[in-house]
């Protein structure tokens, strides 16, 4: 059964459930949606007793925010637990452990920061919610010299954000500081199946402007960063799982690899892939399988097959957050047509309410490589040359 719910469900992924007779639970929150007609709808109290009566519910959910149906109504299954493990960052810590053993964290109260002193680790530290979503909160501290100043900023913005999503996505009542990890960044839409092997359905690169850098603007897959990462990605995957006993469990895996070749996770987003229907529908676009179906009917990516003819190809999630620096209240429009413009093969594009969440929209893109300089043109764009405003100097 799969849940949709706020912030955004994608054309796709209505033409799937109902095409695919994917059960849709019926919720206050699914119904103002918008899914299409002939959609197979399930109520509640329907979903409560399928889990009641099999452990083996295949369970996928659009969004974070229907983690708190899920938390609320199934807290007798031990899908909650596993929710639980991988969302709170400092229990996923303590889950991975024994695959970095040295890794620095410490998990500290909101309320205590403010009179916390730099921990003894001499290292780049990187301090967000130790319940999150995207890069919502996330600060990076190179030196001790930038302590103080960072604390201050997050107790600010941690006033500001309040609200923005439930607390069972975002929570900043408690954070975890840890050792920031060097090297190059990938997500992995994977599902653990029925015997709990790793079934990984995409890999994408997260390119990142700078070492401080800490944004989501630009993700990218191919058949080259596949090849190169695919074994290795499914052995490590199998370990989580492993280590979680996990099975049946779709996930969004975050990992880098640091200088030394060592793989060290970064977080796992739990029965779900990319969110606001990104990834996965990228997949569809740049690969041309469904990996909401692939995960519905445990169907394994004949990857050799679908990679044949995609050398040279990028394809790319565009994240155009408000990096403009100005109050969205202040903002009078964004110049999608100027956008569009400056890429060579756009895909499709969304256009977001930026006045309630921080993002212009999103832009699926195809890329000859060697036109790869449009990506990092918009990588480290303020997009302020998109937008116009009022009382801007």
């Given amino acids: 059964m799969f849940f949709v719910d706020k912030p955004f469900v994608s054309d796709f992924f209505k033409e799937t459930v109902r095409d695919h007779a994917i059960p849709v639970v019926d919720t206050e929150i699914s119904r103002s949606i918008g899914l299409y007609p002939g959609t197979k709808i399930i109520t509640e109290a329907e979903a409560i007793s399928a889990v009641q009566g099999s452990g083996e519910q295949l369970i996928y959910t659009t969004s974070e925010n229907a983690l708190a149906w899920i938390i609320k109504n199934l807290a007798f299954s031990d899908l909650v637990e596993k929710i639980e493990l991988f969302k709170n960052k400092v229990t996923f810590r303590e889950l991975t452990k024994p695959l970095v053993p040295d890794f620095f964290f410490q998990e500290v109260c909101f309320e205590d920061l403010k009179n916390l002193p730099h921990p003894a680790k001499d290292l780049p530290l990187i301090i967000k919610p130790a319940t999150g979503f995207m890069s919502e909160g996330v600060y990076k501290v190179k030196n001790a010299g930038e302590w103080d100043q960072t604390k201050q900023r997050i107790l600010a913005d941690g006033e500001r954000s309040k609200g923005l999503y439930p607390p069972e996505v975002v929570n900043a009542s408690a954070l ?194 060697e036109n790869e300089l449009e990506l990092k043109k918009i990588l480290v764009s303020d997009l302020q040359e998109f937008i116009t405003a009022t009382d801007v100097p």
């Fill in 176 to 369: 975890i500081i840890e050792e920031c990890i060097q090297g190059d960044e990938y997500a992995v839409d994977a599902y653990f199946d029925t015997a709990g092997e790793a079934v990984i359905l995409n890999i994408l690169k997260h390119t990142f402007s700078s070492t401080d850098d800490v944004g989501d603007r630009v993700y990218t897959s191919s058949k080259e960063i596949i090849e190169d990462n695919l074994q290795e990605f499914t052995e490590f995957s199998n370990k989580i799982g492993q280590l979680a006993n996990v099975r049946n469990f779709p996930a969004h895996i975050e990992l880098r690899r640091i200088p030394d070749g060592t793989l060290i996770p970064i977080e796992i987003n739990p029965v779900r892939f990319g969110g606001w229907c990104t990834t996965a529908d990228l997949t569809y676009l740049a690969y041309g399988f469904n990996p909401y179906v692939y995960f519905y009917k445990q169907i394994k990516p004949d990857w050799p097959n679908i990679l044949k003819n995609k050398s040279g190809k990028l394809y790319s999630i565009i994240i155009l957050d408000n990096s403009t620096g100005i109050d969205p209240a202040l903002i009078n429009g964004f110049d999608y047509q100027k956008l569009l413009s400056n890429f060579e093969s756009p895909l499709e594009l969304r256009k977001f309410d930026y006045s309630e969440y921080p993002v212009f929209g999103f832009l699926f893109t195809e890329t000859n490589v």
